[in-house]
């Protein structure tokens, strides 16, 4: 197993992560080589507001998947997020077909505290 990453800060906005790894798999039923990458950057744009975009890619799934998220802290103990998945097929002769995710999704959640 060869595993690699690389985190970079740039204080206090914005952290960047790209990770990867190759695994030689030895199953009963026959091997493979199993490769991934990852990326994570987080940006946050003030202390209440914020955005994380991870994008995951993989030789064997062949797919490519990206959410991103939006979080907002309206005030402490009170939250809202926007979250985006989507997920596009790899290793295809076309290349990824951009316009055309296999899988996708738009998420939005409230939690609001408050007192009697």
Not at 77 to 83: E, K, T
């Amino acid at each position: 197993m060869v595993e690699f990453s690389a985190i970079a800060r740039v204080a206090p906005h914005l952290i960047v992560q790209l990770e990867g790894g190759q695994e030689a798999v030895r199953l009963p039923v026959g091997r493979f080589t199993a490769r991934t990458i990852r990326l994570r950057v987080d940006v946050a744009a003030t202390p209440r507001l914020g955005t994380t975009l991870f994008v995951q890619g993989d030789n064997e799934a062949r797919r490519l998947a990206v959410n991103v998220r939006v979080h907002w802290i309206i005030h402490p103990g009170s939250d809202a997020y926007l979250v985006y998945n989507s997920a596009w097929p790899t290793g295809l002769p076309g290349g990824v077909p951009w316009a055309r995710p296999s899988r996708g999704s738009v998420i939005a959640k409230l939690v609001y505290y408050f007192r009697l």
